[in-house]
Nanobody, 125 residues
Framework: QVQLVESGGGLVQTGGSLRLSCAAS????????MGWFRQAPGKEREFVAA????????YYADSVKGRFTISRDNAKSTVYLQMNSLKPEETAVYYC??????????????????WGQGTQVTVSS
C-alpha cells in the first residue's frame, strides 16, 4: 500500500484560494496515477482532478476547470491541488488517492487503491 496524508485544508471565504498537499510514502509513486476527490456529509464521493504519473495529461471535473490545478512532484512524492475562486458548495472533505494497478478509468473512484484520511475544506458564505 501507499500511505497518503493530506494537508492544507481550512476555512476560506467565498472566492478565496487554498492549496492542498498530499504526501505519499510506503512505495514509489512515480508510476502511479493520483487523484483528488471530495465528499460532503450525506453525499457521494465526487471526482475533482487526476494526474498521470509523468504529470501530463491532467483531468478535471467540469465544475472546477479553469479554477483548480493539479500537479505533482515525484521527487517529493507529493501531489498538489491549487483551488481558486472557491464556492460554498465546494465545502467538503478532500481526499487524495492513488491508482497503482494500471486501471485507465481516471474519473472512477472505485479504481483507486489507496486513500488518505482527508482534509476539511470549508468555504464560508
Amino acid at each position: 500500500q501507499v500511505q497518503l496524508v493530506e494537508s492544507g485544508g481550512g476555512l476560506v471565504q467565498t472566492g478565496g484560494s487554498l492549496r492542498l498537499s498530499c504526501a505519499a510514502s510506503g512505495r514509489p509513486v512515480n508510476t502511479y496515477r493520483m487523484g483528488w476527490f471530495r465528499q460532503a456529509p450525506g453525499k457521494e464521493r465526487e471526482f475533482v482532478a487526476a494526474i498521470k504519473p509523468s504529470g501530463w495529461p491532467t483531468y478535471y471535473a467540469d465544475s472546477v476547470k479553469g479554477r483548480f490545478t493539479i500537479s505533482r512532484d515525484n521527487a517529493k512524492s507529493t501531489v498538489y491541488l491549487q483551488m481558486n475562486s472557491l464556492k460554498p458548495e465546494e465545502t467538503a472533505v478532500y481526499y487524495c488517492a492513488v491508482e497503482r494497478k494500471g486501471d485507465s478509468s481516471v474519473r472512477d473512484a472505485t479504481t483507486y487503491d489507496d486513500w488518505g484520511q482527508g482534509t476539511q475544506v470549508t468555504v464560508s458564505s
